[in-house]
């Protein structure tokens, strides 16, 4: 029985004319301040919890919030660092 014969396919090359180059915006490092700011709100945030576990009866601002309004302050607080995390280089 004869063998059949195996088709090469030619590799696809692009056409020259059609490419052009992109240039990439390189992105240096971030600010220092928002690093600052970044670590900042993350660690106010936690502190903000723990002393409404704390201290909350000591504190006029704390103790006239209820509690899921201190939770959030400290939760909104933390999640917002966290986010800033996301643009930093």
């Known amino acids: 029985m004869p063998k059949s014969k195996v088709r090469k396919k030619a590799v696809y090359t692009a056409p020259a004319d059609k490419r052009t180059p992109v240039k990439i915006k390189s992105a240096g ?3 220092p301040i ?3 700011v970044m670590l900042g709100l993350m660690v106010l945030g936690l502190a903000w919890l723990v002393v409404q576990y ?3 009866e000591d504190i006029p601002v704390m103790r006239d919030l209820a509690d899921w309004h201190n939770f959030a302050i400290g939760f909104a607080l933390m999640i917002a660092g966290l986010l800033m995390t ?3 280089r």
């Open 34 to 36: 928002y690093v600052i």
């Open 86 to 88: 996301m643009r930093w």
């Open 29 to 31: 490092p971030s600010h």
């Open 54 to 56: 704390i201290a909350k």
